[in-house]
């Protein structure tokens, strides 16, 4: 029996139960009414802002599919690429895994265009190598900006050390363009052989990048009270320590391990504020997605099945 087809999903659900664990302590004293009161007291301009945000999020995320088709050199709809890297994430997102679970639901739509599967393999590798710049530009970033962002999770502090891990995440973005311009030997992930993008695409996958996790960020931050909010930077930097987290847990929607990061990096603000916010990035970025993600899928299948019948 081949043990490591079970591997991940046995960390993932490992993951849930520790981090729901864990959350159930830090939610003692939070009541059902104090969380209604939080997401009462959000106002209809920063529900909408929230709501803008997410939407913004997903067009960002659908240049990762336009930037990978244009590195292969491949034509394909703007309609489709954008519906079916919306329905990936929005299903990859719940799910959890999202480079595997990406891979698969995209090998299945980018089939019906002609792409063979060492395509979609690229394509998926440029999607997360984008994502992976992105996280590595917007963290050094802020953790030099904020370099004792560290100290909202340990009480030793650890200042010298995130501006140095900060200006370390700049300069692997900084080699990478390098390897673009230079045109360096492919990078390896896996089995396959990924050419360094042109550095026109380098420059828009700098970009895109950094304005998906931006805005992501931006539905908590318009969510949360104004009572005790350290900043938009700080709340960014909390983020991205969670969003982290979650992904490298594998926990289906980075359920409990997303919370337990966020209320420890925002442990000054009202617990029950805070939850209400989490509460709105979840229905903007995970459950309305999903829900729109699986009639977009109920469509395309059907489709496909009168496609056969044909």
Sequence with gaps: MNWTRYFWPLIGLAAVAFSIWLLIGELQGISLDDVWDGLTAISTWRWFLSAFCAVAAYAALAAYDHLALLHLNRRVSWLFVTLCSFTTYALSHNIGGSVFSG???RYRAYGTKGLSGHDVGILVGICWITFILATLLVSGIVLLIEPDLFDRFSDIG????????????????????FGSWLQLQPLKIGAFEIQYPRLPIVARQLLVGPIELLAAAAIIFF???ASG???YLVVLGVFLASFSAAQISHAPGGIGVFEVVFLTGLSNMDPAGVVAALLVFRLFYLIVPLLIALVIVLVFERSQFGRTDN
């Excluded at 650890?158 to 990478?176: F, N």
């Design 103 to 105: 891979a698969v639901i």
């Design 223 to 225: 969510a949360l009270p």
């Design 229 to 231: 909010n350290p900043g």
């Design 158 to 177: 650890y200042t010298s050390v995130s501006a140095g891990a900060g200006a370390l995440m700049l300069l692997v973005v900084v080699a990478y363009v």
